[in-house]
């Protein structure tokens, strides 16, 4: 550490002793004045004494207050950018890497290598200028048209049933990316030629299932570094409020829940 660094630090202590020592001076100061006033001094030194002693709380609690207000700025700015990243990491998880994947499967096939390039520079502009679904766009559409691109990415055949509909906001739009995550991974890992999804309205909440008949897996099997459900379905279903359950049976399929409050 440098000298002058040592110097700027010794004087901050040195201010912040002194700003305490006068402050409790103050206080002690009005105290006196005000215990030691009789009726004939009249309401002046009353308010000399209390002028002074909200001077001294002021010194002494002033720095604490403003040190407690920039850590709670600090520690929302901060929290708001591991927000903005995971949400970034997720989309790209869910988009770009999955894309990147099929595309190395179809290597040999470059009419599908293009059409899935297409198709994944059209969602990025999407993402980026546009948002992730217009906001005029019912949940029923949003979870139509998610199924639709599921369908066409991976060739799997996605059933999807809607009870009740409202209007998507955040909180949904969570939901819908998860949904397709999840729908995502069925096609990819079970092995079922269809999947379904089945998604019920309700004035307080928003549930989806996903459920494969494929091969079914061990969920405490999974590695950590698998993002898909740790990070694309769990983790973003948290930051919203929401939850998520997966169900899995080696043999017997997968069902995943999705419960977002609305």
């Not at 069925?186 to 999804?197: L, M, N, P």
């Amino acid at each position: 550490m440098s000298q002058a660094t040592d110097s700027r630090i010794l004087a901050g202590v040195a201010l912040g002793l002194s700003q305490v020592v006068v402050g409790a001076l103050l206080v002690a100061a009005g105290v006196g004045m005000w215990l030691s006033a009789d009726d004939g001094v009249g309401t002046r030194r009353a308010l000399v004494a209390a002028a002074a002693v909200c001077a001294g709380l002021a010194l002494v609690a002033g720095p604490w207050w403003w040190r407690l207000s920039h850590d709670l700025a600090t520690e929302r700015r901060e929290r708001i950018r591991v927000q903005e990243r995971d949400e970034v990491a997720a989309h790209i998880h869910d988009s770009v890497l999955q894309t990147l994947t099929l595309i190395q499967r179809n290597c040999a096939d470059p009419k599908a290598v293009a059409t899935l390039a297409r198709q994944q520079e059209r969602e990025l502009r999407t993402w980026i200028y546009g948002g992730e679904a217009p906001p005029e766009e019912s949940l029923a559409a949003a979870l139509q048209r998610m199924s639709d691109e599921v369908e066409d990415l991976h060739v799997v055949k996605v059933e999807t049933v809607t009870v009740g509909d409202c209007p998507v906001d955040q909180r949904l739009i969570a939901l819908v990316q998860s949904s397709r995550e999840a729908l995502a991974n069925a096609a990819r890992h079970s092995g079922a030629t269809s999947v379904d999804a089945y998604v019920e309205v309700e004035p307080d909440r928003v549930t989806v299932y996903v459920r494969d008949r494929g091969c079914g897996f061990d969920p405490d099997t999974v590695p950590r570094d698998r993002r898909g459900i740790s990070e694309s379905i769990m983790r973003r279903m948290n930051r919203y409020g929401g939850k998520a359950a997966i169900r899995s049976t080696p043999g017997e399929g997968t069902e995943v829940e999705l419960v977002m409050p609305r």
